[in-house]
């Protein structure tokens, strides 16, 4: 009898002790998976660079305010981390913050510049919330040349509507070098090219100087598919004029504007080099959003159009794009690159884009 008793509790010590052993490998597995990123993902995606230095300054101060007696006393760190980046949320897809329609005035804008929420954006336009991991990282790319006012305009009122919106950004100015034709094309491959350079980032957000959104519910983010932000414009009656058009203010994600390989280079003065996107998205088969009229609309600043391209030269590029597009763009671009200054709001980037070709009038000089 006390000899199967003695058994009985062999047997239930033995049981107990590989109850225990079970449990301390689970420990260690879920350390190694945190040290792996596997639960860490916030905070080894935002560890880097400027932009992501504010997320993981934040991780740290985050562990000195709510570190548990557990974490403190493990030897496992990628333990505590673990707990860090499970309290820090993910910033809401559609934040509270937002106000919906805003009252804009050029005027006064461009009086009391900078904007309200400027003064946490790092030198070169980065800013990234402080409450929560935004949810994508987002380059702005503005093409200019000589449009001071309406950048300061654009920004005084982009900059609160992006940080309302908690999504992590960095403007880039992307400026024309000397006085030949302009050619936005090449700016949006430059700022695009050179943008990468500075970040990685999960969206890009083309947008032309002068369109100022009238609404925060327009989300800077990009979607699964490339978004027109801009269908509402008040010149045109808050009416899209056609189907094709994308311009104004287009996001995309990297991987679509690489498939489609950018912008085409070829379009010089103003005219089609946004028609020519569309006809490059839809070549490559992918469709393009857009928000409710009520809530993509925008205010264009009044300004003179400069050149013009040939008409006849314009159509013929935007009948040869299916077979010209994987021929022109970024894998054809090229450009000297003149300066990069960090600004208060924004990183300029001057570029020379190089000269039109002689006779840019004729569709000869594009045939090739
Ligand atoms: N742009 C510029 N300087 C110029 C011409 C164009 O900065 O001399 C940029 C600016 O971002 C502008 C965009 O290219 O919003 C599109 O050009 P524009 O406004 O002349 O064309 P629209 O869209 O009004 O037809
Ligand atoms: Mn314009």
């Not at 003064?119 to 093409?143: E, F, T």
């Not at 009656?237 to 094709?244: D, F, N, Q, T, V």
């Not at 009520?294 to 040939?310: A, F, L, N, Q, W």
Request: positive net charge.
């Amino acid at each position: 009898m006390s000899r199967r008793c003695t058994r009985f509790i062999i047997i239930v010590v033995l049981v107990i002790i590989c109850v225990a052993l079970i449990s301390v490998i689970n420990v260690g597995e879920l350390s190694v998976a945190a040290a792996s990123g596997v639960y860490g993902e916030k905070s080894t995606s935002y560890s880097k660079s400027g932009m992501r230095f504010n997320a993981s300054e934040r991780t740290g101060r985050f562990s000195n305010d709510n570190m548990s007696s557990f974490y403190r006393k493990s030897k496992y760190t990628m333990g505590y981390e673990l707990k860090v980046n499970l309290s820090l949320d993910s910033c809401q897809a559609v934040p509270d913050l937002l106000v919906g329609r805003l009252k804009i005035d050029f005027e006064a804008a461009l009086k009391s510049a900078p904007p309200p929420a400027a003064h946490d954006v790092l030198p070169g336009g980065a800013w990234s919330p402080n409450s929560c991991v935004a949810r994508q990282r987002i380059a702005i790319i503005i093409p200019f040349r000589d449009r001071q006012k309406h950048l300061d305009i654009l920004l005084y009122y982009l900059v609160p509507v992006l940080t309302r919106q908690q999504v992590a950004f960095q403007v880039f100015v992307v400026e024309q070098y000397g006085n030949k034709a302009f050619n936005k094309g090449r700016l949006m491959n430059i700022g695009f090219t050179e943008a990468r350079k500075h970040d990685e980032f999960d969206c890009f957000i083309f947008h032309d100087v002068d369109l100022i959104p009238e609404d925060d519910r327009n989300m800077y983010t990009c979607s699964e598919n490339p978004r027109h932000m801009s269908p509402a414009v008040d010149k045109l009656g808050y009416k899209l004029p056609y189907k094709a058009l994308v311009g104004g203010v287009l996001s995309i994600k990297p991987e679509h504007y690489s498939r489609v390989n950018g912008y085409s280079n070829l379009y010089w003065g103003w005219g089609a080099e946004d028609d020519d996107m569309y006809y490059r998205l839809s070549a490559s088969k992918i469709s393009v959003l857009r928000p409710p009229f009520t809530i993509g609309r925008y205010k264009m600043i009044k300004h003179d159009r400069k050149e013009v391209s040939p008409a006849k030269v314009r159509y013929y590029l935007l009948r040869t794009v299916r077979k010209r597009f994987l021929k022109d763009g970024l894998n054809t671009l090229e450009y000297r690159l003149v300066d990069t200054r960090l600004e208060k709001l924004y990183t300029r980037i001057v570029a020379d884009v190089g000269d039109p070709p002689k006779n840019s009038d004729k569709i000869s000089a594009f045939v090739t």
